[in-house]
């Protein structure tokens, strides 16, 4: 398996999973990022199959287009999303690339099409949970109770080691582990809805 995170212009964060055998590869959130994208897929000679958008903010979609029409790649967004699909995903989807299953978690709050990605003991938080932080919920379409529902009735229900990577690389490391987050992360520690409603409204 290949799997990279590559850092856009700003901190926005992409993906690229593929199985090398099977040369299939997925890239997740294309943002403004295009050359190192294709790239690992030409060094690699891979086939993009499928575009995964974690969410339809347009700073994780900015590259969708132009990889689709690039590559013939087919788009993965959350069925209720906006984004000009060609699957639409849901809660226990599962995407295969070559023989990697990639698990979709649908976890609203964000956004309501906001969804994570888990495989190979590895999640992909979106705008979901950052390293040190979780996803904003004031943007249209945010909702905290939803977001608190998804961080702590889905995350935390998996398991400590699995490591997760964001979306924007806001924290003190690209990427974590759930264990850790548990442990040091602020939007994960808070004592029921009340509290992390307050903890999230907070200027
Ligand atoms: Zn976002």
Redesign the pocket.
């Known amino acids: 398996m290949l799997f990279k995170q590559i850092k856009a212009v700003g901190d926005n964060f992409t993906y690229v999973i593929a199985d090398t055998s099977a040369r299939e590869a997925a890239v997740v959130d294309p943002s403004f990022n295009i050359k190192p994208i294709i790239k690992i897929l030409e060094e690699n000679r891979l086939r993009l199959k499928y575009i995964i958008c974690?969410?339809h903010?347009f700073?994780?979609t900015a590259e969708v287009d132009f990889l689709k029409t690039r590559f013939g790649a087919k788009i993965v967004a959350h069925k209720v999303s906006d984004i000009d699909k060609d699957i639409g995903v849901e809660d226990g989807s599962i995407v295969e690339v070559g023989s990697i299953k990639i698990n979709v978690i649908h976890t609203p709050g964000?956004?309501e099409d906001?969804i994570c990605l888990l495989f190979d003991n590895k999640l992909l938080t979106?705008?979901t949970l950052f390293v040190g932080g979780c996803?904003?919920t004031d943007?249209p379409g945010g909702n905290a109770e939803k977001l608190y529902q998804s961080l702590y009735n889905k995350i935390l229900k998996l398991d400590d080691s699995i490591e997760i990577y964001p979306?924007h690389d806001y924290g003190s490391s690209p990427s974590s582990t759930i264990g850790l987050e548990k442990s040091f992360n602020p939007a994960l520690k808070q004592k029921g809805m009340d509290d992390f409603l307050t903890f999230i409204n907070a200027p």
């Open positions: 974690t969410h903010h700073d994780h964000h956004t906001s979106g705008d996803g904003r943007l979306g």
